[in-house]
């Protein structure tokens, strides 16, 4: 058991030891994981209270949801949270705001459309779940994932957040780091990314590599070219912890070891600091760092948020909470094993969604994703659960909006106790004029002598509509007569017309597995005229036009980075005109198939997305 002293020093340790691995490794932080390794062994930047970071600062945030909320806070609530309080639009972050925004909720605002689910956003802010639920992994095991499916449903970084929140709750109690680290594989699913690549790092340290060749060996088995990949640096994170000598030697290795350092480093520091505790931490990291929380809100990053003046000040809130919780839950018998409800977390579809109407418990499945195609049924089931002792008799009832088509509209189904049943509807629309970028629906649910239930939102974005030409033998500098006319009206002779659900754009099946160039159209409605960034992350050479102007050309390979922020070759930043606006983009393939993304983001310095913009229909269309 903790005393109250021991489990305050705790805490306290793991802020400080997280500021101190983030702003060893924010200085060396990039969007691409590099082959080489680092070789620092001392801050690269030093400034009073560290180097600010989105590691820390979405955990105030969370912290103010707690406080705000209550215990029981789930991802519908912090959902909420991101769009009062989050600026940023960093990768994910950006995307699953969007999402939000047009009406998706958890865990499909996370799923849907989101490149980046397998990368580090969630794993990076497990910190505030272990802490209020010290000694209780399977507590912060539940609220990290309500967390990370906000933004990562689906991905591996719900396992990576997990796992993180599991081993630093448990290290309050437990101060063996082969022992947390078993614990914390129990927490995930055997088979995942992020299990093999800690168990790659653990099998590299038992073999007796050194922790250079233990970084390439899991660098090797968990490879992506992409920084903030979760799986390889929670292998990275392993290596720190298995091969540090002391503290400070063992967030230099972590960051050494590359990728997204200040996240490899801030994590691992915040492990230690919770073994160590305040009072245990080398005064050489910490002391030139001071008490003082450094954040971005001066800069825009976070809004609206109780800030805490100093790491002191943190604690305290954060331990108010986690007495509240232990004085619930403190009396676990086999705390280090995951419960079979942790366990049933790992095969729950990132397509549905949860309601408990205290009547009837309800679920959601849009099966695949929530876009609409003109044309197209869609199907969803309603998976309704009668808890209560004695039969219900219910009617499910559907409504959409005008245009659309549900088969069945209603349905009358008899339940008996415990019994689930699920239900399936289809939704279509068979006029594009009926489409929406944002089309909100609902299902209505009444149980006969049982108070009135509330409507469970159904909503579906409509999908982007493109024209794409044949295919052209030739290169992206071969002129073909398309480009006679790069801003023509209409549908036009040797265009066919595509649907694409996400912002990837499914072209490589108009090529035919050869190589050379075709060209898509596509038409977008903005309200305002305004500055926007229009960006093809892609793997191939391409140009674009807007409104018949040539604005970009890229005439070498990518590798694709699908962010509203920019990846340094592929986007540009232009002007749309109030009304309509036509994209021309010219795609070159070369031997090997074409993997491109097409991203709308508005032109200022937070480049969020465009939630007020029309593009699942043509001009023609519209009347």
Not at 29 to 38: A, C, I, L, P, Y
Not at 92 to 112: A, C, Q
Not at 147 to 173: K, L, M, R, T, W
Not at 381 to 400: G, L, M, Q, T, Y
Request: with cysteine; glycine share 8%.
């Amino acid at each position: 058991m903790l005393t109250e002293q021991e489990y305050y020093n705790k805490v306290y340790g793991c802020w400080l030891g997280k500021n101190a691995g983030g702003t060893l490794g924010t200085p060396l932080e990039s969007g691409w994981g590099k082959e080489e390794m680092f070789d620092v062994w001392w801050y690269p930047k030093l400034q009073e209270g560290g180097l600010p970071n989105d590691d820390l600062e979405l955990q105030l945030i969370w912290l103010q949801a707690l406080e705000e909320k209550g215990l029981d806070i789930t991802a519908r609530d912090l959902a909420e949270y991101w769009l009062d309080c989050i600026v940023y639009n960093f990768d994910e972050y950006g995307l699953n705001k969007t999402n939000l925004k047009k009406g998706l909720v958890p865990p499909v605002s996370g799923y849907f459309n989101n490149w980046f689910k397998h990368c580090m956003g969630s794993p990076i802010r497990s910190e505030i779940w272990a802490c209020i639920a010290p000694g209780l992994p399977n507590i912060s095991a539940k609220y990290a994932y309500e967390d990370a499916i906000v933004d990562h449903a689906g991905g591996e970084s719900v396992y990576g957040e997990i796992f993180n929140a599991v081993v630093e709750s448990s290290a309050f109690i437990i101060s063996d780091k082969m022992k947390l680290l078993e614990i914390g594989l129990s927490f995930i699913p055997e088979d995942c990314e992020t299990a093999k690549a800690i168990r790659n790092a653990i099998t590299a340290y038992q073999k007796g590599m050194d922790w250079k060749s233990a970084r390439n060996f899991v660098l090797r088995n968990s490879y992506s070219p992409i920084a903030q990949y979760s799986p390889v640096n929670l292998g990275f994170q392993t290596i720190g912890l298995l091969y540090g000598e002391d503290f400070g030697d063992a967030i230099c290795k972590a960051v050494n070891c590359g990728y997204d350092t200040d996240c490899t480093g801030a994590t691992l520091g915040s492990i230690l600091g919770i073994i160590l505790g305040k009072d245990g931490l080398p005064s050489k990291w910490i002391e030139p760092l001071s008490d003082k929380i450094v954040t971005n809100a001066s800069w825009g990053g976070i809004k609206n948020v109780k800030e805490p003046k100093n790491l002191d000040e943190l604690t305290k809130r954060v331990c108010n909470i986690g007495k509240k919780i232990l004085a619930l839950y403190g009396d676990d018998s086999e705390p280090f094993t995951p419960k079979e409800e942790i366990k049933r977390l790992w095969y729950i579809p990132p397509t549905r969604i949860d309601y408990d109407l205290k009547t009837v418990k309800v679920s959601l499945d849009y099966l695949d994703n929530p876009a609409i195609q003109f044309g197209k049924n869609k199907r969803f089931d309603i998976i309704i659960e009668n808890p209560h002792p004695e039969v219900i008799e219910a009617k499910v009832s559907c409504r959409f909006p005008n245009g659309w088509e549900v088969t069945p509209k209603e349905e009358k189904i008899t339940l008996q106790p415990n019994e689930k049943r699920p239900l399936s509807f289809s939704a279509s629309v068979y006029d594009v004029r009926y489409i929406e970028t944002s089309n909100r629906g609902s299902i209505s649910i009444s149980v006969k002598d049982h108070p009135c239930l509330p409507e469970i939102p159904v909503v579906y974005l409509g999908s982007s509509r493109w024209l794409v030409s044949s295919r052209f033998d030739g290169n992206i500098d071969t002129e073909t007569p398309i480009e006679e006319d790069t801003n023509p009206s209409g549908l036009g002779e040797g265009w066919s017309i595509a649907n694409f659900d996400e912002n990837e754009l499914l072209v490589e099946p108009y090529f035919d597995s050869k190589p050379g160039i075709i060209y898509l159209r596509h038409y977008i409605y903005s309200p305002t005229a305004r500055p926007v960034k229009l960006g093809l992350p892609s793997n191939c050479p391409f140009k674009m036009w807007l409104n018949g102007e040539r604005i970009h050309e890229v005439k070498s390979e990518g590798i694709l980075r699908p962010n509203y922020g920019g990846d340094g070759r592929s986007y540009v930043t232009s002007n749309f005109r109030e009304g309509w606006n036509q994209v021309l983009v010219k795609i070159e393939r070369k031997d090997k198939p074409i993997e491109a993304h097409f991203i709308v983001a508005s032109g200022d310095r937070f480049s969020h997305g465009l939630v007020d913009v029309v593009e699942c229909k043509f001009p023609w269309e519209m009347f």
